[in-house]
């Protein structure tokens, strides 16, 4: 008597083999089990979501991407100083900057978002400032998508 794997070992498996056999067991951590005509789908979606990511993963890539442009020029290459802060807000905020009429804004902003105290603006600090905005200007999409239905 040969089970299922004496039989797959014994039998030199073709490369078709193989690779239906590893879809179809992936296939079964997903339920519903996927049949076969659906495998070869799934194979593509990654492969595509590899080469072209969505604009949500884009954006997050991008923000991760300009953090650490700025946060590299100078000491901790992984937080942002008071100077990187300023010099990352003149070049990727500079119409909110503008729109601050405080001229101590940046040292304001600084002394918001350093929640820890140290000094400096780690990711996660960063980010809830990116959050802020973008929560401000969703806000405003909204109002001007309401006044253009009227
Ligand atoms: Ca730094
Ligand atoms: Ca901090």
Known sequence: MVNT???IIGASPSLKDIYTTHLTR???QNSPPAKHTSVPRTAISLVLSAIMPSDLETSMETLIKVFHKYASR???SG???RKELRTLMEAELAGFLRSQKDPGAVDRIMKDLDTNGDGEVNFEEFVSLVVGLSIACEQCF???MK???K
Do not use: P
């Open 5 to 7: 794997a004496g039989r």
């Open 147 to 149: 006044k253009g239905k």
């Open 26 to 28: 992936q296939g079964d």
């Open 74 to 76: 100078e000491g901790d």
């Open 142 to 144: 909204q109002l001007h």
């Open 79 to 81: 937080t942002l100083s």
